[in-house]
């Protein structure tokens, strides 16, 4: 009988990809649903990036690249952190990587261990959690209150570290709710963790332009008193709708950065060569289908919140980033994830259940807005007639 070491016995998943298996399936067998279930754009990469792609292959680029990405790349990164927020990071300070999770991944695999605490959000992007829990390490999740507009408290965040904290994670604008954590939050948060030298912070920033209302990212690169602890998360995928690409970027601290460098070296050598080149012309060609993108989830935003709340049981506050709503469905009577099984079931409508985000996900459900307005439509008004047939 084989045995695999004790963290796979604990290592979780993402509930949206068995969603959305599901949701698959039951379309197969004919029926019309409408997928408000997975978090991804529902746009093509633009153009301008597919053709980038193409020509490196056409051009023969198809060997390895050096194991933390092409250099034009590495720079290309560094130019739009400058053009974008005015930050200096060096090329030597970046690497590419195959997806955003590949960088969680690498840091929660640096710090945990048996004895070692980690902080992150909840509800949150479930992968935190889960490989916390693979390594070992205790999981301390940080609330996230829909009272705080579901940004983050940097006094609370600071009151949960103790001496056993060796990393923290930060994820704004946010998967599941949406929210963004003002400026003062996190100046708050980054003045505390001047009494705790010791603890290292993962910057998730995957959804960085996906901010509306005027609403202003802020970047914990523009903390030089935590530099040499950061490790920024982001890239493609989200941005320019990119996410079958499996492309992201992180930039490390000196101290780290030879070890994530191995660490891709053993693991996966580099990313796919023509995506690489199809990433610099993401970064250097036009950037309108970005603004375009942007303008349609705010339109739809405004749309997805004006009618959940006018669902009977259910009230939603204006999310201010990424592309997802997380409604409060307390008054339905139903708990969140029997809502969201039968709203798929019964109504032909892929949702994600909160608790799927974490224990204080209960009493509420994430819905995607990554869809058309007429199918937001359609899916809304399906909710509504399910709910009035069953309260
Ligand atoms: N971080 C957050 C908060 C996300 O929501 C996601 C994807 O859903 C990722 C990271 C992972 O992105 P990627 O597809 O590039 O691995």
Redesign the pocket.
Known sequence: QLTTIAGFDRIGEENAFAVLARAQALAAEGRDIINLGI?QPDFRTPDNIVEAAIRALRDGQHGYTPATGIPALREAVCADLHRRFNAEVNPDNVIIVP????T?FAAILMFGEPGVDILYPDPG?PIYRSMIEFTGARPVPVPIREENGFGISGEEMLSLITPRTRLMIL?SPA?PCGGVTPRAEIDRLVAGLADHPQVAILS?E??DQMVYDGEEHVTLLDYPEIRDRLIL?N?W?KTYAM?GWRL?YSVWPDVLYDKVRKLAVNAWSCVNAPAQYAAIEALTGPQDAVAEMVAEFDARRKLVVELLNDLPGVSCITPKGAFYAFPNITGTGFKAKELASKLLEEAGVATIGGPDFGILGEGYIRLSYANSQDNIRRAIERMRAFLQENS
């Open positions: 978090g997806g955003g999770k590949v969680m992007f994820n998967n998730d995957i959804y998360l890239g995928s996410t992201g």
